[in-house]
């Protein structure tokens, strides 16, 4: 998956407007998005935009945080009807997740948003080899930013601040660390079309799997700069090739630059996902 787009589970136009889009995973949220006293409506229609037949984007729910005790109200409502998976907020440890697969009672799918709290961020290395099946780690500065009592997560041009960089950090290794895919976090500012590719570039650069969104106009941006170029795949064709007829060699050049065995094994993963995406 490239693409995750959230959309809020209580309105049937936006939930339209998500499936028609080309985002890889349609997030019908059930937390931030939703009004108290609309979550009873919004459970009612995420398990009904379930049921609908479909085709497309796959369909995650994000339930709303264990500490809320809301949680198993949702799970009751949604599960039923066959979500291809589950966000979960606000997780501090590896544990909260293993807490959702007990509640739910099946191994679906979880992503967990992991640096939501300032507790949070002192247990980004212990979702490895936790209970369920943990898909993901994303990563949020909004919360995180509200729990610090902070001004603002960017400088005057729009560039992380430190505590947020940090939790970016943190998040991806944890990620790395357990073996699932780092999910990079949202954009905010939906019209700008070029900060969003700029930031998009640069979780590709560090190693991010994924991007949320929140808004169907971010979708093609993200899907393009998590695509494999041609040109990246080309490359990565040319240093598999190489290692092959160089037999056992740890080391190999080609135009004049040497290549090693991380870089093999990068180029082996680029071209699973540029298979994966149809472009291999």
Known sequence: MRSLLFVPADSERKIEKAMASAADVVILDLEDSVAPQNKPAARALAADTLKTPRSGPQVYV?????????????????????PDGLVQPKTETGACVEKLAELAGTDIPVIAIATETATAMFGLGTYSGVAGNLQGMAWGAEDLSNELGAQANRDTDGILTEPYRLARSLCLFGARAAAVDPVDTVYVDFRDSAGLERNCMEAVRDGFSCKMAIHPAQVEIINRVFTPSKEQIAEARNIIEAFAEAGNAGVVGIGGKMYDIPHLNRSRKLLERATAYGVA
């Open 62 to 82: 994000r339930v709303n945080a264990l500490d809320t005790g809301l949680t198993p109200d949702d799970l009751t409502v949604v599960l039923p009807a066959g």
